[in-house]
């Protein structure tokens, strides 16, 4: 009688535990509320940062159990980059993916990014961008209502033309050349002897196609993406410039959302930041081979990199006063010390 009478305790205790147990689960999985997200992104499919963008939405779904929901619109169907950036200030878009120097008018401070050759090698830039100095710039995003879940990637630029073969700095000379609606992109040019002329990218084939500019610089991605080859006739590959995307978020949406949401969030961008980066170079490496079947494909010889290098210090001089020189003292003391680690 005794024994059953502990027993039948022993139960009671079992089940109350196991009760317990299932309330606590169930309290987690409550925590995770029902989020419904729209990205904007001016590329289309087939850009690395486009497909890094659906993988983010896969994860943010299977990471919250199919609570937290977005949506990847391509092809600036949500508009233009400036206007996104505005709509997510609003809140009226949760999150953009874009290049990064177009914060520079919100945040000076981000220009420093674009300066010319500053990133050797994708390594170097990662470490420089995942580090100190990255997130000293993603801070400065808070006041200005946007949150940085990451640094992602394009590649780097490169020239492509319809004109003529651009095989040394003075053949740049008298180029119309399209670039980014940023002061730095302009006046680089500009000072190699180039046109500069500002033209949004969603709207870079037409000009291109009707000859309101012979050429631009572009990643090898975007190139094939976005079809350029069709109207163009050269490519001459740089690397002067390194070209960081970022994924944003609305600070009135993201500070909507709990501890929790806010960690699956984070999470998911950490690892579709991985997954994009590894894109990025893959798909770079298969575009330029692309390329090569459909247009005349060159280096610059070093000296002639070496010329435009050298073109490019009294730039950089300028604009490290214009973005601020302890900014810019900042990022190439990052760049020292990632190119010496091991």
Not at 29 to 34: D, G, L, P, T, V
Not at 125 to 132: C, F, I, P, S, W
Not at 212 to 229: P, S
Request: proline letters at 2%.
């Amino acid at each position: 009688m005794i024994n059953n009478i502990r027993i039948n305790q022993l139960i009671l205790k079992l089940i109350g535990l196991l009760a317990l147990s299932i309330c606590i689960i169930g309290n987690a999985n409550a925590e995770i509320r029902k989020h419904r997200f729209k990205i904007a992104i001016a590329v289309s499919a087939g850009t690395a940062h486009y497909d890094g963008g659906i993988k983010f939405t896969e994860l943010l779904s299977e990471k919250s159990g199919g609570k937290m929901k977005a949506k990847l619109f391509g092809g600036g169907v949500l508009g233009k980059d400036i206007a996104v950036v505005s709509s997510m200030q609003g809140g009226v878009i949760a999150m953009g993916i874009m290049n990064a120097n177009l914060l520079t008018g919100l945040v000076k401070d981000f220009g420093v990014l674009d300066f010319p050759f500053a990133f050797a090698n994708e390594e170097i830039a990662y470490k420089v961008l995942d580090g100190e100095f990255g997130a000293m710039l993603s801070d400065k995003l808070l006041e200005k209502g946007l949150i940085s879940l990451g640094y992602w990637e394009m590649g780097y630029l490169n020239y492509h033309t319809g004109t003529r073969q651009i095989k040394k700095l003075e053949d740049i000379a008298g180029l119309k050349i399209r670039v980014t609606e940023t002061p730095l992109q302009i006046d680089f040019q500009n000072m190699l002897g180039a046109n500069a002329v500002p033209i949004a990218y969603v709207e870079l084939y037409t000009a291109l196609e009707q000859h309101t500019v012979d050429g631009g610089t572009q990643t090898f991605i975007n190139l094939k993406a976005a079809k350029l080859y069709e109207v163009q006739k050269y490519v001459t590959i740089t690397n002067h410039m390194y070209n960081p995307q970022m994924l944003l978020m609305s600070k009135k949406v993201y500070d909507k959302l709990n501890d929790d949401e806010k960690k699956v969030l984070q999470e998911a961008a950490l690892e579709a930041r991985d997954y994009q980066r590894q894109l990025s170079q893959k798909y770079s490496a298969e575009a330029l081979e692309f390329l090569k079947t459909k247009l005349e494909v060159n280096a610059m010889p070093p000296e002639e990199l070496a010329k435009m290098k050298e073109k490019s210090k009294p730039l950089i001089e300028k604009y490290s006063k214009e973005y601020g020189e302890e900014t810019a003292k900042a990022m190439y003391e990052a760049i020292e010390k990632a190119s010496k680690a091991p």
